[in-house]
Each structure stands twice: as structure tokens, then as C-alpha cells.
């Protein structure tokens, strides 16, 4: 808890966002580093889940709450999503009941990892959602393979470039 809200996303000591000219373009994914952002109030958590991703595979950006994820959704684009179920302002099924109302394709590419115990109403939840989760603790391998369950869930395509362009206009919306 304490977390703050910050306009700008954190990243795990990894370089952040692309130069001027290449803003835009991305290489094709077998050459480039999956973007994976991770959301959880606790800080240690994200700084140890952004290190054991880590480059090359993997490039990491931070938020600790779901308001400043959706912040940092709005203006940069990710491959996949890890994100905490119980946090403060905004928790995880918010986030992505926000990202499914503002059509953002990354609703497709989320993995909820959590802490404690399901109870009825989580578990419901993750039934209907039919997104994959991690209950911690567990073990690296567990991890990496279901960040790559959740990045195969829905093919990369112009159409994910397309509904977060969708997904950013409504936001501009009053």
C-alpha cells in the first residue's frame, strides 16, 4: 500500500521506449524483446518479476496500481500484462474490466498472478474472465510458461496495433 500514482512508468533498469524516429515502427517479434508490463502495489514483487523476466527475452515496465497501468497503457504498447489481483485505487479484475470496455486488445494478453487464498467472488472472476493465473509463490519456469500461454492466447496482428489505437481514442474521449 502507499503507492503513488506517477505519470511516468517505471522500468526495472531496462532502457524505456523507443527513440524519436523509431516511434511507430516495431521490428518483427523474433527480434525484439517481448514488452511485458507488470502491475502489483507490492514494489519488491514488480522489481523481482521484472529481473526474472528480464532481457533479452524480455523487456519490463512497472505500475503499482491499476490507474497508473492504464496511464502507461495509453501511451505505450505491450506485448503481455502480469498483473496482481488485490491492489489499492484499482485492483486487477478493474483493470481489466476497464481495458475490456475501452475494447484494448490487451485484454486478451493479461495473466493475474495473486497472493492469498481464492475466494468465491475471485475465483468466479478468473472462471469467467478465462484468463490464466499464478498463485504465488511459484517457481520461474511456471512463470515464464504462462506469460507464453497468455502471449499465444490471442495472435499478434495489425488488429491488437488497431484496438489499442481504438483504445486510446476513447480514452481522449470526454
Do not use: W
Not at 28 to 35: C, I, L, N, Y
Not at 117 to 128: A, D, I, N, Q, V
Amino acid at each position: 500500500m502507499g503507492s503513488t500514482v506517477r505519470n511516468e512508468p517505471r522500468t526495472a533498469g531496462f532502457p524505456r521506449g523507443e527513440s524519436g524516429s523509431d516511434v511507430g515502427r516495431r521490428p518483427p517479434a523474433e527480434q525484439r524483446a517481448v514488452r511485458v508490463l507488470i502491475v502489483d502495489d507490492e514494489v519488491p514483487a514488480c522489481k523481482l518479476l521484472a529481473v526474472i523476466l528480464g532481457p533479452p527475452a524480455f523487456r519490463c515496465s512497472t505500475a503499482h496500481d491499476g490507474i497508473e497501468a492504464l496511464e502507461v497503457l495509453r501511451s505505450e504498447s505491450f506485448d503481455a500484462v502480469i498483473c496482481d489481483l488485490k491492489m489499492p485505487y484499482v485492483d486487477g479484475p478493474g483493470l481489466y474490466r476497464a481495458l475490456v470496455r475501452r475494447e484494448n486488445p490487451m485484454q486478451h494478453r493479461v495473466l493475474f498472478v495473486m497472493g492469498d487464498t481464492m475466494g468465491p467472488r475471485t475465483l468466479e472472476f478468473l472462471k469467467s474472465s478465462g484468463l490464466p493465473y499464478l498463485a504465488k509463490p511459484f517457481l520461474v519456469e511456471e512463470l515464464k510458461e504462462a506469460v507464453r500461454r497468455a502471449l499465444a492466447a490471442v495472435p499478434a496482428s495489425e488488429e491488437m496495433a488497431a484496438g489499442a489505437e481504438r483504445s486510446r481514442a476513447s480514452d481522449r474521449e470526454p
